[in-house]
């Protein structure tokens, strides 16, 4: 075998081996530490009334973009509002204390179509941080207002 022949095999050994472990560290350098992004995993609001979801980041990402997005998977969800370059939207609130590290949203007048999955989300340069909140929509109890009826 001569030292080019060598040398190529060499070269596919070593390959074969750093290529899966490149690619394994390039995914770990944006993996997202779950204490960068908090948020309450499940969340119940009655129909018609509101709801405020509480984002709390880390302060290295005071500045970045944040928005609330919704659908059932991250990667296809819908910005529903968003920081700085706020969209308009009658029904859906953000706002962002930098001091706290806590980004809010509030959404108003709940309807049934509102339940969903939703995702607090900082933008940033590589992956985005994000955390998924499910809004369950629940109907105001008929029997409780009945009894108030008849008291």
């Known amino acids: 075998m001569n030292s080019k022949m060598s040398e190529c095999l060499i070269l596919c050994i070593f390959l074969s081996f ?39 980041y880390d302060l290295q990402f005071k500045e970045n973009t944040k928005y609330w997005c919704k659908g059932p998977v991250y990667e296809l969800c819908t910005v529903v509002v968003k920081t700085l370059k706020t969209r308009p939207s009658k029904r859906c609130f953000i706002a962002d204390d930098w001091e706290a590290g806590v980004f809010t949203v509030t ?15 900082i933008s940033r340069s590589g992956r985005n941080v994000y955390k998924g909140v499910r809004l369950l929509i629940t109907q105001k109890d ?10």
């Open 18 to 56: 750093a290529v899966p472990l490149l690619c394994l560290l390039l995914l770990m350098k944006d993996k997202v530490d779950s204490v960068d992004l908090l948020a309450p995993e499940k969340v119940t609001a009655t129909h018609s009334g509101l709801v405020k979801v509480s984002c709390q």
């Open 107 to 121: 959404m108003t007048s709940l309807r049934e179509s509102d339940e969903d999955k939703y995702w607090c989300v």
């Open 142 to 151: 008929k029997l409780e207002s009945t009894q108030i009826f008849l008291l």
